[in-house]
C-alpha cells in the first residue's frame, strides 16, 4: 500500500522569513497551535466533566455552574494560583522553590505582628499597608535571599530552598512564640483588613492581576525572555553574557514576593496570623506548573498553562467536594490527574 | 558483489511531526562491508542508521536479517541480532570507567549480582585491543579524548558480538591523526567479517574506506554504487539533485591596522601565544585536536584564567575574566558544539537571533518584536538562512541553518572580533558556502575574524592567513602561497622544517 504525504511546510527563499504569526496553512504552526491550546482543551474537558458529575440542586439546577459555586472554585484557588504563577518563572529557569509554603506563613505571621502588635500613629489605611508591606517585604527578602545564594554559591535550587524552607518556617514560628494570631475578630484595624482583603473580588483580582502581569512579563519583555533562556540553556547563556544573576535573583525574588502576598491573603481569609500554615502548599504550586505543561527541565511553558492547572485542580477538588467525596479520595484522584497531563505533555514531546 | 547479504531494509518510512523523514527507503548490507549512507542533511541518513539498530522505530517498513524478516523496536532486539550503532553525540557515561561503560548493558554479565573489578578488567581488555585502545580499563570516560571515548563504543559494540555496527558521523569531531587510527580500527573490524555502515559527509573519507556507497536525497534512496565503478562528483551530483560547482570566495582586502594583537598568551593548555590580527581579516588557526585551538577561543572569550598573556584590542590593553567582559570588550565567539553551546534548542529563530543584542530593541523593558524582526531579517539576507518562519524553534532546523542562525546571532552584535570554532563542522555542502560568503562579508565591512577548522581545504580557501598550533604553542603563521596542505600539515606535527627561511636545522 502506498502513502500519500503531503510536502513539508514550504521553504521560503533564503533570507526572507514569513514575519506573519502561524497561519491555518502553516502545518508547523497549526500544530504549535494545538499545543497551545491543548491545555485549554483540558480545561474544558475537565469544566464538561464537573458539569456532568455535579449534583442537582433542588430545583434541578447545576450547582457546579452556579455563580456562587464558580466564584468560590476561583477564590478557593487564589492561594496557590498566586503562588504557582511566580513558581512557574523559577521553574522556567530550571530551578525551583520549595520554601514558598513557609514564606506563606511568614507572611501571615508578619501581617498579623503588624496589624495587632504595632502602634503606629497612622490611621486605619496606613497601619493595614506598612503591614501588607511588610509582609511582602519579608517574603522577597527570602526570596532574594534564595536567588543570591543559588546564583552566588551554585549550590542546586532545590537544596537551597529546602533549607529557607526549614529555616524560615521556624523563622515564622520564632516570631510569634509558635502560637496562631488571631486577627479580625474584634472591631479594631485588623478587622478593617481581614473584611477587605478577604472579599472575594479582592482575592480573585489579585490571582488574576498577578497572573495578567507575569504572563505580560514572560511573553513581551527583555526578562521574560531572559528567564526562558537562562532555563533553556544556562551555558548558552553564558556564552551569550546575558545577566544569568541577575535574572535568578529576581526569578526567586519574585517568588518570595507572591508567597509574601499569598499569605496577606491567607491571614486576611482565616483571620490569624499562622506559622504553621502553608505546609505543602509547595508541591500544589508545581503540581499546578507541571499540569499546566511547563518543563520541570526549563526554559519551556507558560503563565496561562499554570493558571489553567491551577483551575483543573481547583475544579477537580470542588465536583468531588460536592459530590462528598472523602478528601482522601481525592488525593488519590489528584495523583492521577497530575500522571495524566505530564504523560501526555511529555508523550506530545517525544514524538 | 559475490558477498552474501547481511541485512536489509525496504521501504522504511518515518515522519516526524507529519514531515516525512524516510519515504520508502531501500537499503542492504553485505556481509564484512564497509558501506557508506550519504546524503545531505535531512536526507534521512541518520534516521535510517537508528531504525536500523532500534534507535528510533519506523511507521512501516521491512527489515531482514540473514534472510529472515526481524522486528527491531528496540536497541535491545538490535543487540541480540548483533547491530550496534556507535551514535555522533557518544551514548556513554561520563562518570563510569572505560570497563564500566563495555560492561553496562551487557546482558551476560547482567545476571551476575556482583562485580569483580579484576575479571571486568580482564574481560574487556580483548576489545580495547582490537580497537587499539590503550587507556586502562580503569580509566573513568569523561578524562579521556573524545577520539578515545570512541573507540570505547566501538569496543563496546565488538562486547556485544556485533556483526554490524553503525557509525553516525564518527569522524566529524576527530582530527586527522584520529581519523586514520580509527580507519585502521574500521579495516580490522572488516578483516574479522564485520560489517560497517558509515555514515558520513566526507566523501574524500569515504572513497577511502568504503566498498559501497548508497545515496539517499529526501528520504529516498538515490542509489548504490561500489566505490570502485564512481567517483566522488558524480555522488555529490546524486546527494544535490544537480551538479554542484565549488562557488569561488572573493577574499577582500586587509587594512594594515592592528585589530587584536595577543603576545604571550597562556593558560594550563596553551603557551605563549602571539599573534596579530588586522581589520577584515580571516585568520585561520589550524592544528590537530588538543593542539590548542578551542583553548586559544576558551581564552580569548574570558572562559579560561590566563597564567600570562596580554590581549589588546584597537591598541587598547583588555581584560577579559569572563564572557560578559569578553563580549563588552568587542571578543564574540561561535563555540564549537552548537547545541550544547551555541543555540537555546527549544527557543526560536528570532528569539536566537537577537539573543545577544536584545536590549537593543526594547523601551522600557519590552520587547518591540518589528525593529527586532527587522534586524533580525537583514542578517539573515546575508546567510541564506532558511526557515518556514521565525518563530518555529531552531531544534526544527537543519545542522546547517542552525548554524546560521548561530552566525546571525553574533553577526548581530557586529564584535571587532569574531572567533568561529568550526563553523562547518557537521553541515552540507551549500550551507558551508553560504556561510563562508558570510565570513567573508562580515570582514570586509571590517570585522577581524579567527577561524577554526578541522578540514585544511577550508581553511585555504577562506583565509588571508593561517596560524598552525602545535601542542599548545603557535608553530609558525602561514602566508600566501607558503599555505598548502602539506606545510601546515608539516607544522601540526611538528615534522618538518615547513618554512623557507626558517629551516634551522643542520643539514
Given at each position: 500500500m502506498k502513502t500519500r504525504y503531503s510536502e513539508r511546510p514550504p521553504l521560503e527563499a533564503p533570507g526572507r522569513l514569513s514575519t506573519a504569526r502561524s497561519t491555518g496553512t502553516d502545518r508547523a504552526g497549526a500544530i504549535r497551535l494545538l499545543y497551545r491550546l491543548q491545555a485549554l482543551v483540558a480545561l474544558l474537558g475537565i469544566i464538561v466533566l464537573a458539569i456532568i458529575l455535579s449534583p442537582r440542586a433542588a430545583d434541578g439546577s447545576n450547582i457546579f455552574l452556579e455563580a456562587g459555586n464558580l466564584t468560590d472554585i476561583l477564590r478557593q484557588v487564589s492561594v496557590t494560583g498566586i503562588i504557582a504563577v511566580a513558581m512557574t518563572f523559577v521553574i522556567l529557569t530550571a530551578g525551583i522553590d520549595l520554601s514558598v509554603g513557609s514564606t506563606l506563613a511568614l507572611g501571615t505571621s508578619v501581617v498579623a505582628i503588624g496589624l495587632t502588635r504595632w502602634s503606629v500613629p497612622l490611621g486605619d489605611v496606613g497601619r493595614i499597608s506598612l503591614a501588607i508591606i511588610a509582609a511582602l517585604a519579608a517574603g522577597a527578602a527570602v526570596g532574594a535571599l534564595n536567588g543570591a545564594v543559588v546564583a552566588g554559591a551554585s549550590i542546586q535550587p532545590f537544596v537551597v530552598t529546602l533549607a529557607t524552607m526549614i529555616g524560615v518556617r521556624g523563622l515564622a514560628k520564632w516570631l510569634t512564640d509558635n502560637a496562631n494570631i488571631d486577627i479580625g475578630f474584634g472591631q479594631d484595624v485588623a478587622a478593617v483588613f481581614a473584611a477587605f482583603i478577604s472579599r472575594k473580588v479582592v482575592v480573585i483580582g489579585s490571582l488574576l492581576v498577578m497572573a495578567a502581569v507575569f504572563w505580560l512579563v514572560l511573553d513581551v519583555t527583555v526578562f521574560g525572555r531572559y528567564v526562558r533562556a537562562v532555563g533553556d540553556n544556562e551555558r548558552v547563556a553564558r556564552y551569550t553574557g546575558l545577566p544569568i544573576a541577575r535574572v535568578k535573583i529576581w526569578v526567586y525574588t519574585l517568588s518570595g514576593l507572591l508567597s509574601g502576598l499569598a499569605g496577606v491573603i491567607y491571614a486576611a481569609e482565616n483571620h490569624q496570623g499562622n506559622p504553621n500554615a502553608g505546609v505543602a502548599y509547595e508541591l500544589d504550586a508545581i503540581a499546578a506548573v507541571v499540569i499546566g505543561g511547563t518543563s520541570l527541565m526549563g526554559g519551556k511553558g507558560s503563565v496561562s498553562g499554570t493558571v489553567v492547572g491551577t483551575l483543573i485542580l481547583g475544579i477537580l477538588t470542588n465536583v468531588l467536594r460536592l459530590n462528598n467525596v472523602d478528601s482522601n479520595v481525592e488525593m488519590m484522584v489528584k495523583a492521577v490527574i497530575i500522571l495524566l497531563a505530564v504523560a501526555v505533555m511529555s508523550r506530545r514531546k517525544s514524538e | 558483489m559475490t558477498t552474501t547479504e547481511l541485512l536489509r531494509a525496504e521501504s522504511v518510512i518515518k515522519r516526524y511531526d507529519g514531515v516525512a523523514a524516510l519515504r520508502g527507503a531501500n537499503f542492504s548490507v553485505a556481509n564484512g562491508e564497509v558501506h557508506a549512507l550519504v546524503g545531505e542533511n535531512g536526507a534521512g541518513k541518520s534516521t535510517l542508521a537508528r531504525i536500523i539498530a532500534g534507535a528510533t522505530r519506523a511507521d512501516s517498513g521491512r527489515i531482514f536479517f540473514e534472510g529472515n524478516e526481524v522486528s527491531i523496536s528496540s536497541p535491545l532486539d538490535a543487540q541480540r541480532l548483533g547491530i550496534a550503532i556507535i551514535f555522533q553525540e557518544l551514548d556513554?557515561?561520563?562518570?563510569?570507567?572505560i570497563a564500566e561503560n563495555i560492561a553496562i548493558g551487557n546482558l551476560k554479565l547482567e545476571r551476575q549480582a556482583f562485580v569483580r573489578r579484576r575479571e571486568l578488567d580482564l574481560w574487556c581488555q580483548p576489545f580495547l585491543d582490537q580497537v587499539g585502545a590503550l587507556d586502562s580499563p580503569r580509566t573513568v570516560l569523561a578524562n579521556l579524548p573524545i577520539a578515545h571515548m570512541q573507540l570505547v563504543a566501538i569496543a563496546r559494540a565488538l562486547s556485544l558480538d556485533a556483526r554490524l555496527i553503525l557509525m553516525d558521523e564518527p569522524t566529524s569531531s576527530l582530527s586527522d591523526d584520529a581519523v586514520e587510527r580509527l580507519f585502521a580500527t574500521v579495516n580490522r573490524l572488516k578483516q574479522g567479517g564485520v560489517s560497517v555502515v558509515f555514515v558520513s559527509h566526507r566523501l574524500k573519507e569515504i572513497f577511502r574506506i568504503c566498498d559501497t556507497i548508497t545515496v539517499l536525497r529526501d528520504g529516498s534512496t538515490i542509489g548504490t554504487k561500489t566505490t570502485q565503478s564512481t567517483d566522488a562528483n558524480e555522488i555529490v551530483t546524486m546527494m544535490a539533485g544537480r551538479p554542484l560547482k565549488d562557488r569561488p570566495i572573493a577574499k577582500r582586502g586587509v587594512s594594515s591596522d592592528v585589530l587584536l594583537s595577543v603576545s604571550q598568551l597562556t593558560t594550563g593548555r596553551i603557551q605563549n601565544i602571539s599573534f596579530d590580527l588586522r581589520r577584515g581579516e580571516v585568520l585561520g588557526v589550524a592544528g590537530l585536536v588538543g593542539a590548542g585551538r578551542s583553548e586559544l577561543g576558551a581564552a580569548l572569550f574570558g572562559l579560561r584564567r590566563l597564567v600570562r598573556g596580554r590581549v589588546q584590542i584597537n591598541g587598547q590593553p583588555v581584560e577579559i575574566s569572563s564572557p560578559r567582559a569578553a563580549i563588552e570588550a568587542g571578543v564574540g565567539m561561535l563555540p564549537e558544539d552548537r547545541k550544547l553551546q551555541g543555540l537555546m534548542m527549544q527557543m526560536t529563530v528570532l528569539e536566537n537571533s537577537s539573543m545577544a543584542v536584545l536590549p537593543r530593541y526594547q523601551s522600557w523593558g519590552i520587547i518591540r518584536r518589528k525593529k527586532e524582526l527587522v534586524a533580525m531579517e537583514a542578517v539573515h539576507q546575508r546567510t541564506a538562512l532558511k526557515a518556514a518562519s521565525p518563530d518555529v524553534p531552531v531544534s526544527t532546523l537543519s545542522g546547517g541553518n542552525q548554524q546560521k542562525v548561530l552566525l546571525a546571532k553574533w553577526l548581530l552584535m557586529e564584535p571587532a572580533v569574531l572567533f568561529l570554532d568550526d563553523p562547518t563542522r557537521g553541515i552540507d555542502v551549500a550551507a558551508k558556502a553560504d556561510i563562508y560568503e558570510t565570513i567573508h562579508a562580515a570582514a570586509s565591512r571590517g570585522m577581524g575574524i579567527i577561524f577554526v577548522s578541522s578540514e585544511l581545504p577550508e581553511l585555504l580557501q577562506c583565509c588571508h592567513r593561517i596560524m598552525v598550533l602545535h601542542e599548545g604553542r603557535n608553530a609558525g603563521i602561514l602566508e600566501g602561497a607558503q599555505a598548502t596542505q602539506e606545510s601546515i600539515m608539516a607544522l601540526a606535527t611538528a615534522t618538518a622544517p615547513a618554512l623557507s627561511g626558517q629551516s634551522g636545522l643542520p643539514a
Open positions: - | 556513554l557515561f561520563p562518570h563510569l570507567t
